[in-house]
């Protein structure tokens, strides 16, 4: 059994025209929420080994809130690949990680993570059932479970949601 964990960038300043999308940096609130996020990871069974996330400045921020509260053994990961990435890409890079690491996180962005998290889904935990519903909001995260023994083997259907973190309750 492999384990995923989905996690959305925390809120990051707003888009604004002339400016590249790729640099814009959380907000106060943001950060808050992310630690919150941080702590909430830290509790969860099992605990994230590799955490996986884009090369924009919200998710490396994102990335370094979270780390910290995580153990020491982790592994961090910037990859370009994961900003903006698709549902497809974002299947394909899972496919690619290394058999020996169990439980993963990928903070990322809309709306691939959550396109990944329906199309892996085909089962639910007790009261899960209604969570791919939400909004899948900065700072949020979705826990899944994936009846595969190796990364390659990873494809639609293959997951069970776990856990769903809401960061507004």
């Not at 995580?70 to 394909?92: C, I, R």
């Not at 959550?114 to 007790?126: R, T």
């Amino acid at each position: 059994m492999k384990y995923l964990y989905l996690i959305r960038h925390a809120k990051a300043e707003p888009f604004i025209e002339g400016t590249e999308d790729h640099d814009r940096k959380l907000t106060n609130k943001g950060e808050q929420r992310a630690s919150n996020l941080a702590s909430w990871l830290n509790k969860q069974t099992p605990i994230i080994q590799e955490l996986h996330f884009s090369s924009s400045i919200r998710t490396v921020h994102t990335a370094d809130i979270i780390s910290r509260t995580l153990p020491e053994t982790l592994f961090k990961f910037e990859d370009s690949k994961l900003y903006g990435a698709t549902n497809e890409v974002l299947l394909n890079y899972l496919a690619f990680i290394d058999d020996k690491t169990d439980n993963i996180g990928i903070i990322g962005h809309q709306p691939g993570l959550k396109e990944l998290a329906i199309s892996l889904i085909i089962n639910y935990a007790e009261g899960m059932d209604k969570v791919l519903n939400e909004n899948f909001s900065t700072s949020n995260a979705i826990s899944i479970g994936l009846n595969i023994k190796r990364w390659d083997q990873i494809s639609y259907r293959t997951g069970i949601l776990i856990d769903y973190y809401n960061s507004k309750k």
